[in-house]
């Protein structure tokens, strides 16, 4: 049973051409967050939200934005696509803060043509 | 500067022996470790995890070590299988404020299990 699911799995866009990437989770966590990944690199903490509290993280460009609606749900909007951003972007949910196991979703491949 | 280090980026192993993955830390505030397994095109999953209050901790073919003196762990998966064939990242947390709650990964070994 999915557990943290993102939805597409891969998305082309347009540079400059906004896109959105979803995530939601059925574990009730009270934290999600967003990571690139690029490459073979380790993934990189974009920002989180603990409940419906925003935390960016201090060299996240301006361009990522987030939101959370709801316990379930989590978005990724990239306002201006650069062919920098092509990466794959990871959604994860932690019970809480602090010593906890994250547990990812699988993943959107983004593209930018 | 790097606080999680995995200084090998692949590791090859014959099917039924041992794998030992290596990790070491330089922030000495970090108090929870974590292995996660990575398939190409999918998220981490995560493998086991250790807190700074043991030196060992084991889950079926999985054991990971800490040796908090020596600021290292390592993943020993006995015997290794083909379908361990993936990246293994390790990561930490622990610290003050808000940045101890987060995640800090190695950069990855890739594991290559040969049947």
């Known amino acids: 049973d999915a557990m943290v699911i993102q939805n597409p799995r891969y998305q082309v866009t347009q540079f400059g051409k906004p896109v959105t990437l979803s995530c939601s989770q059925t574990?009730?966590?009270?934290?999600m967050y967003w990571y690139q990944q690029k490459s073979s690199q380790a993934p990189k903490l974009l920002f989180h939200?603990?409940?419906?509290?925003?935390?960016n993280e201090a060299d996240t460009p301006d361009n990522f934005q987030s939101r959370r609606p709801n316990t379930s749900f989590c978005f990724l909007d990239i306002r201006s696509p650069g062919l920098g951003d092509a990466a794959m972007y990871l959604c994860?949910?932690?019970?809480?803060?602090?010593?906890?196991?994250?547990?990812f979703g699988p993943g959107t491949r983004l593209l930018v043509l | 500067d790097q606080q999680v280090k995995q200084n090998s980026p692949s590791l090859s192993v014959q099917e039924g022996r041992i794998s030992i993955l290596n990790c070491d830390y330089t922030?000495?505030?970090?108090?929870?470790f974590l292995w996660y397994k990575k398939y190409p095109a999918e998220g981490p999953t995560f493998l086991i995890s250790?807190?700074?209050?043991?030196d060992k901790n084991e889950d079926g073919r999985f054991t990971v070590f800490l040796n908090k003196s020596a600021k290292h762990l390592s993943l020993h998966i006995v015997p290794s299988q083909p379908g361990d064939s993936a990246v293994y990242f390790c990561?930490?947390?622990?610290?003050?404020?808000?940045?101890?709650?987060?995640?800090?990964f190695g950069g990855g070994t890739r594991l290559m299990v040969k049947p």
């Open positions: 250790i807190s700074s209050i043991k």
């Open positions: 994860a949910t932690s019970r809480d803060l602090g010593g906890q196991t994250q547990y």
């Open positions: 574990l009730n966590h009270n934290v």
């Open positions: 990561a930490a947390s622990g610290g003050l404020g808000n940045a101890g709650n987060m995640l800090t």
């Open positions: 939200y603990y409940d419906k509290d925003f935390n």
């Open positions: 922030n000495s505030m970090f108090d929870y």
